[in-house]
Structures are given as C-alpha cells and as structure tokens.
C-alpha cells in the first residue's frame, strides 16, 4: 500500500499543492497511490491529533509513506527521525519529495547516509534549543527581570467579583451566603478573600477553622 500524508496547519492552506507534489512524483515513478490522510492541524499538535500515530500502526512490510516535505511530518527533527525509523523498523518505505529523500531499509548505505545525517541535524538543533533559552533567560537575569514564577496570589475567577465581595463584607454579609450567592464553595471563597487580604470578622476565621476540622477528621 502507498499512502500520502498531507497536512496544512490552517484552513487557508491549500493541501491541492501538496497532493499534486505527491500524485506527480507517484507518476513519475510508476507508483500509484492508495490513499491519502489529508488534515488541517498544526505541527504543535499531538501525534494522535495529527494522526501519524494512526499512520505507524497501520504501515506493514512493503508499504510506503510518501510526504511532499519533511515538515508535513512532524514539529522537529527529532521527531521526524523517531517516525521515520518506526516506520523503517515496521519495513515500511519513508519518501519525502522535497528534500529528496528515500529511506527503504536501515541496511542501505544510502539510508544509513541519511539516518546519520539526520541524526546529527537533531543533535544540533537540540543543542541550539538549549542555547537559545539559557541565552535568554542569562539576558532577563542581566535585566532584572526575576525568573520563575511570579510572587503574589496568582490569578482566580473569583477577580471579577472582587468588588462585589468586598461590598458584601463590608455590608456584613456572612461569607457562606456570598458563596452561594457567586455560587462557589465556601471553602474557595474564604481562600480568595485570605489571598486578597480581605478583611473578615473573628467568626468567619473560626467557621473556616472548624470546616477544616471537619474535612480532616473525615478523610482519616
């Protein structure tokens, strides 16, 4: 069996130019394709998400998968090179037009060529990935910029009804009927008003104590 993969990361790409590239080579060569697994994904998806996954399972002894480019394939080298060598692995046939590519067996000199460029090329661009980021975070180091996550009580969905709330409590509304009110559980809206140093009356703080009692003693 002879599949194409194609694959466009939005719906304004055409996989027409991709098919054509892949029937025309096909031609040439006196393959005929059998099917084609045509989707709009982007690469930063998951391989199930973008079906190569479906692709290695279904690939068997004699099969060929044909891509109009190595970058239909996957998001990096590296990941192109695990995919190409399962489908190696499963005696399957990796063709990828653009770069000119034909990888029939791990045996040939010419696969074993292009494996170990391959590999190479994936050795590099970790390397690089690795640079790039220790680069930028040694110039916001250099800039003050504080690495890490940020200090302070992070953000909750609770935020936009921070008015609301303070109102409340400032009316002497028990924070048990603003809950209900918002419709949260006590136990998040006494954490958010603790986080945002909100004040709250002595009976709350000892609500709150016994709540959490109550959950210990449960969970024992």
Request: zero cysteines.
């Amino acid at each position: 069996m002879i599949i194409g993969y194609i694959r466009v990361s939005k719906a304004s790409q055409d996989t027409a130019h991709q098919r054509n590239a892949i029937l025309e080579y096909a031609h040439k060569n006196k393959l005929i394709v059998d099917e084609f697994i045509e989707l709009e994904v982007s690469s930063r998806k998951t391989l199930t998400q973008r079906k190569v996954d479906n692709l290695l399972s279904r690939v068997e002894k004699g099969d060929i998968v044909v891509v109009s480019e190595l970058s239909r394939l996957g998001r990096s080298i590296s990941e192109i090179i695990s995919t190409v060598n399962i489908l190696v692995d499963s005696g399957g046939r990796f063709i990828s037009i653009k770069e000119n590519i034909d990888i029939k067996d791990r045996h040939s000199m010419q696969s074993k060529v292009m494996i170990t460029m391959f590999s190479l090329v994936a050795d590099l661009e970790r390397d690089l990935i690795s640079q790039r980021t220790k680069e930028a975070l040694a110039t916001k180091k250099a800039d003050g910029i504080r690495l890490g996550r940020p200090a302070g009580p992070g953000k909750s969905k609770l935020d936009p009804h921070l008015p609301q709330i303070q109102e409340f409590i400032n009316k002497k509304v028990s924070l048990l009927s603003i809950s209900k009110i918002l419709g949260v559980s006590y136990s998040n809206l006494f954490n958010f008003v603790k986080k945002r140093k909100l004040k709250v009356s002595q009976n709350e703080k000892e609500n709150q104590k016994e709540n959490n009692s109550k959950a210990q003693n449960s969970a024992k």
